[in-house]
C-alpha cells in the first residue's frame, strides 16, 4: 500500500464527520453514474433503431474504458471516432434545482439519469425545467454553466489542461478546473464557453485515468471504475483523499483487502446493507404515514358513526312525531267528518240551526287545515333527515373501504418492512462473522450533569460536540445513561454464549476514572453487572447441557505497576510471573477455585475484593489504580461422545485510562500513571497491529497484554465497553475515550476457532 493509504488511516480518524458526509455523496453517485454498457446500447437502439452502429461504439467504449486501459493504450483507441455522428452537449435545470448534462445524437435528445444511464430524455420533464442557453438574454453566458468568461483555453496551459475527440465536435480542450463538482470541462468553440464534460468521454483522459489507475492499485477491494471516477470528482481528483474516504465507508474490510486476502465479500455486504438501510428507512417513512392516514381515517370514521347514530335517533323521533300527528289528524279528520255529517243531517231537518254551533264547525275546520299544513312540514323535515342520514351512511361506508384498503396497504408495507429487517439482520450476522468478533459498546454514565456537548443519534452513534465541530462515533451499541444493568448485559449475551461453545471470550471496561467501569462490571448487590451477570449465564448453560459435565473454576489477578498480584492466595498478596509457550500463556501458582453455584463465586470474589482492598490499603495506593483480571475456566467433557472442550472467560475492569498530564501526579502516583499508560497504550498498540493484520503482535509490551494474548487473537471472542462521563468538565477524556473505542471497532480479530490457544493456569 502505497502512502495513500497510511495517509488515509491518520485521515480517518481525524476527519470522520467530513468523510462519512462524502462517503454518502460518494455512495449515492456512484455505481447509477455511468450506465452499464448493455443498458446504453439497449436504451440507445430502442430510442432509435438505426442507432445500432453507434450504440456499439458507445458499447465498446465503455466496455474499454470499464477494463481500465492499460498505460501504454492510446487514447485514439478508446475514443468515439465515428464521422457521421454530430454530439451537441446541453445543460438542463431541473426546478428542484438539479443539473442534467443532455447530448443531442442524430436528432435524439439523451441524457444521463441517476439510475438508468443514458437514456432519451423524458418528454415529461421539459414542463419541470429549462434548457440553459450559454448565452442569457444579455448576451453573456449562462452562470451554472459558464466557468469563467476570462478563463479562455490560450491561458489554461498546464498539466489540467488536455484534448479528446468528441464525436461530431472533432478535438475539443478539456481542462480540470480547480473547484469541488464537475470539475472537468470542455471548450466549446461555438458557444466560446466552458461546458460540463459528462463522465462517460471524462473517462478517456490520461489524467483522470492515471488517477483511477493510482486509487485502484491501492484499493484492489474496489473494483468498479464508475465508483472511483464520481468519488474522483467529489474530491478534487485527489487520489489520497479517494482513499481515505473509501476507509471512512468500509474500513477494515478493505484493509484485509490490501493485505492480500481477495476476498471482497465484506464491501459487498456494507452495500447491500446500506442499500436495506436506506429501503428500510423508506419504509419506515411510509408505515408512519399509512399509519398516521389510517388513524386520522379512523377518527373520520368514528366521528361519521356518531352522527349517524345522533342522526338515526333523531329521525326515529321524528317518524315518532309524524306518525302521532297522523294519528290525530286521522282523529280530526274523523271527527270532522263525523261533524259533517251530523251537520248535513242536522242542516237538512234543522234550517235555523244554532249559529253557536256553526261557528264551532268552522273553528274546528280551520283547525285541521293548520294541522294538516304542520303534518306536511313535519314530513318534509323527517324527508330531508332521512336523506341526511342517507349520505351520512354513504360516507361511512365509502370511509370503511378507504379504511379496509388502508389497512391492507399497511399490512403489506409492515410485511415489507419485516423481511427487509430480516434480512438485515442476517447481512449483518454474516458481515459480523467475517469481520471476526470483537463489539465495542459505548455506556454513558447516569448523572444529573449531562451537559449538551453529547448527542446519542441512535443506538449506534454518538456525537461529540467540541470547539464548534461535531466528532460522530459509530460502535456496535451506545448505551444511554437511563440503560438498565439488563439492557448493558443483553449486548453480551452471545458471547457469554459462545463460551460455552468452547470460545475464549474476554470482556474490558475501558474509560477513565469514575465513568462507570467497575459499575458496568461488578455492579451493586442490587443491580449487578456484567460480571454476575455472565457467570449466572454460564451456570445455567451448563446445567442444561445435560449430556456435557462442566468443571468451573475462579481465578482473580490485579496487574499494578506491571506486577501481576494473585488474589485469592490464602498467604496474602502472592505475586506471579507470567510465562509463555507459543500461543499458550501460564502463570504458574496461580490459585484456581472451583464454583458450583453462584453463591461460590459471591464469597470467592468478595474475598478476592478484601485482599485487594488490603493490598492497596498496605502500598497507599486506590484501587482503580490497578487493572482487575477475573478468569472463569470451563472444561468440559461430553458424557457420549467423550470430547472435551476447554475456554476462558476473562472479566477485566481496567485502570483508569486518563492521561498522566491531567492527573498531575508525582511521586508514586506518578509511577502508578506512567505503568497504567504504559499497559493501556500497550493495548492500544495490540489493536492497532490486529487492525492493520501485523505479523507482529506486540502482546509482550506489557503484562495486561500479555495476559490478555489469548483472548486477544485470532480465536477469541472480544467485548470492549467504553464507559464515559456524560460531565462538560470531562469532555477531553471523553473524546480520547471514544476515540479508543472506535479506532478497535474497525479491527477485525479473525474468524474464530473454539479450542485454540488458551491461557493455562496454575501450572
Ligand atoms: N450507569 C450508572 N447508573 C448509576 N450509577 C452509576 C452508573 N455508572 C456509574 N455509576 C456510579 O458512578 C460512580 C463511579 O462509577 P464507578 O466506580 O463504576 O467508576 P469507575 O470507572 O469504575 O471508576 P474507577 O476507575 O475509580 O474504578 C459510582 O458511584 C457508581 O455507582
Known amino acids: 500500500m502505497g502512502t495513500g493509504a497510511s495517509k488515509a488511516q491518520s485521515a480517518q480518524k481525524e476527519n470522520v464527520v467530513d468523510n462519512e458526509e462524502k462517503a454518502t455523496v460518494i455512495q449515492n453517485c456512484s455505481a447509477s453514474t455511468l450506465p452499464d454498457n448493455t443498458s446504453i446500447r439497449q436504451q440507445i437502439v430502442q430510442s432509435n433503431p438505426e442507432d445500432e452502429e453507434i450504440s456499439e461504439d458507445i458499447e465498446q467504449m465503455v466496455t474499454i474504458t470499464q477494463k481500465v486501459p492499460k498505460p501504454q493504450q492510446t487514447r485514439a483507441e478508446i475514443s468515439l471516432e465515428t464521422e457521421d455522428v454530430s454530439v451537441t452537449f446541453e445543460s438542463f435545470q431541473h426546478q428542484s434545482g438539479a443539473l442534467y448534462t443532455c447530448f443531442t445524437q442524430n ?75 464537475n470539475v472537468c470541462k470542455y471548450y466549446d468553440n461555438d458557444s ?27 484499493l484492489p477491494a474496489i473494483t468498479d471504475f464508475k465508483e472511483i471516477l464520481a468519488a474522483l470528482r467529489l474530491c478534487n481528483y485527489d487520489p489520497d483523499e479517494v482513499i481515505s474516504t473509501f476507509f471512512a465507508m468500509f474500513g477494515d474490510s478493505l484493509q484485509s483487502n490490501i493485505n492480500g486476502q481477495q476476498n471482497f465479500e465484506p464491501i459487498a455486504l456494507q452495500r447491500e446493507i446500506s442499500k436495506k438501510d436506506k429501503k428500510i428507512e423508506v419504509l419506515n417513512k411510509k408505515l408512519q404515514e399509512s399509519e398516521s392516514e389510517l388513524e386520522t381515517l379512523r377518527l373520520k370514521c368514528k366521528y ?56 264551532l264547525l268552522i273553528k274546528m275546520l280551520r283547525d285541521a287545515h293548520e294541522l294538516s ?22 360516507h361511512v361506508r365509502s370511509m370503511t373501504m378507504s379504511l379496509r384498503s388502508s389497512t391492507k396497504e399497511i399490512e403489506e408495507i409492515r410485511s415489507l418492512y419485516q423481511r427487509e429487517t430480516m434480512e438485515r439482520k442476517l447481512l449483518y450476522n454474516q458481515l459480523q462473522e467475517l469481520r471476526g468478533n470483537i463489539r465495542v459498546f459505548c455506556r454513558c454514565r447516569l448523572d444529573d450533569k449531562k451537559g449538551e456537548h453529547l448527542e446519542f443519534l441512535s443506538d449506534e452513534d454518538i456525537a461529540v460536540n467540541c470547539n464548534s465541530s461535531k466528532k460522530r462515533f459509530r460502535y456496535d451499541q451506545v448505551f444511554l445513561p437511563q440503560c438498565t444493568q439488563e439492557d448493558v448485559f443483553e449486548g453480551t449475551l452471545p458471547i457469554i454464549r459462545s463460551c460455552v461453545d468452547g470460545y475464549n471470550v474476554c470482556i474490558l471496561a475501558y474509560g477513565q476514572t469514575g465513568s462507570g467501569k467497575t459499575y458496568t462490571m461488578m455492579g451493586t448487590e442490587q443491580k449487578p453487572g456484567v460480571n454476575i451477570r455472565s457467570i449466572r449465564e454460564l451456570l445455567h448453560i451448563c446445567h442444561e447441557r445435560e449430556r456435557v459435565k462442566y468443571v468451573i473454576r475462579i481465578s482473580m489477578l490485579e496487574i499494578y505497576n506491571e506486577g501481576v498480584w494473585d488474589l485469592l492466595s ?21 490459585t484456581e477455585m472451583e464454583v458450583l453455584n453462584e453463591e461460590d463465586i459471591k464469597r470467592i470474589m468478595s474475598f478476592g475484593e478484601k485482599n485487594r482492598t488490603v493490598a492497596s490499603t498496605k502500598m497507599n495506593t486506590e484501587s482503580s489504580r490497578s487493572h482487575l483480571i477475573v478468569i472463569f475456566t470451563l472444561n468440559g467433557v461430553d458424557t457420549i461422545s467423550g470430547i472435551a472442550s476447554s475456554s476462558t472467560l476473562t472479566l477485566c475492569d481496567l485502570a483508569g485510562s486518563e492521561r498522566i498530564s491531567k492527573t498531575e501526579a508525582i511521586g508514586q502516583r506518578l509511577v502508578e500513571a506512567a505503568a497504567i499508560n504504559k499497559s493501556l497504550t500497550a493495548l492500544g498498540q495490540v489493536f492497532t497491529a490486529l487492525k492493520t493484520n501485523s505479523l507482529h503482535v506486540p502482546y509482550r509490551n506489557s503484562k495486561l497484554t500479555h495476559l490478555l494474548q489469548p483472548s486477544l487473537s485470532g480465536q477469541a471472542k472480544a467485548c470492549v465497553f467504553v464507559n464515559i462521563s456524560p460531565d462538560v468538565k470531562d469532555l477531553g477524556e471523553t473524546l480520547s475515550s471514544l476515540q479508543f473505542g472506535s479506532s478497535i471497532q474497525q479491527i477485525a480479530l479473525g474468524k474464530p476457532n473454539p479450542q485454540s490457544s488458551n491461557i493455562k493456569l496454575g501450572h
Not at 466560446?192 to 491501492?218: C, G, S, T, Y
Not at 304542520?374 to 351512511?393: F, Y
Request: glycine share 6%; aromatic share 8%.
Open 107 to 181: 436528432g435524439v435528445r439523451m441524457y444521463f439519469d441517476d439510475e438508468k444511464g443514458i437514456v432519451p430524455f423524458p418528454q415529461e420533464l421539459y414542463n419541470q425545467g429549462k434548457f440553459l442557453d450559454p448565452y442569457d438574454e444579455s448576451g453573456s453566458i449562462h452562470d451554472d454553466i459558464r466557468q469563467d468568461s476570462n478563463e479562455n483555453p490560450s491561458h489554461l496551459e498546464n498539466n489540467r489542461t488536455n484534448s479528446i475527440c468528441i464525436p461530431g465536435k472533432g478535438m475539443v480542450m478539456t481542462y480540470i478546473f480547480e473547484e469541488r463538482i
Open 192 to 218: 466560446d464557453a466552458w461546458l460540463i464534460l459528462p463522465l462517460l468521454w471524462e473517462m478517456n483522459l490520461d489524467f483522470i485515468l492515471h488517477r483511477v489507475q493510482q486509487v485502484k492499485e491501492a
Open 304 to 359: 361519521f358513526e356518531e352522527e349517524k347514530r345522533h342522526l338515526i335517533q333523531q329521525a326515529e323521533s321524528l317518524y315518532e312525531k309524524v306518525a302521532e300527528l297522523q294519528n290525530e289528524q286521522a282523529k280530526y279528520l274523523h271527527e270532522i267528518s263525523e261533524i259533517k255529517c251530523k251537520n248535513t243531517q242536522i242542516t237538512d231537518k234543522l234550517q235555523n240551526y244554532s249559529p253557536l254551533n256553526k261557528g
Open 373 to 394: 299544513i304542520s303534518n306536511n312540514k313535519l314530513r318534509v323535515l323527517a324527508t330531508s333527515g332521512l336523506s341526511e342520514i342517507g349520505l351520512s351512511m354513504e
Open 570 to 590: 490464602h498467604d496474602g498478596n502472592k505475586q506471579l510471573e507470567i510465562r509463555s509457550h507459543g500461543k499458550v500463556v501460564t502463570l504458574p501458582g496461580l
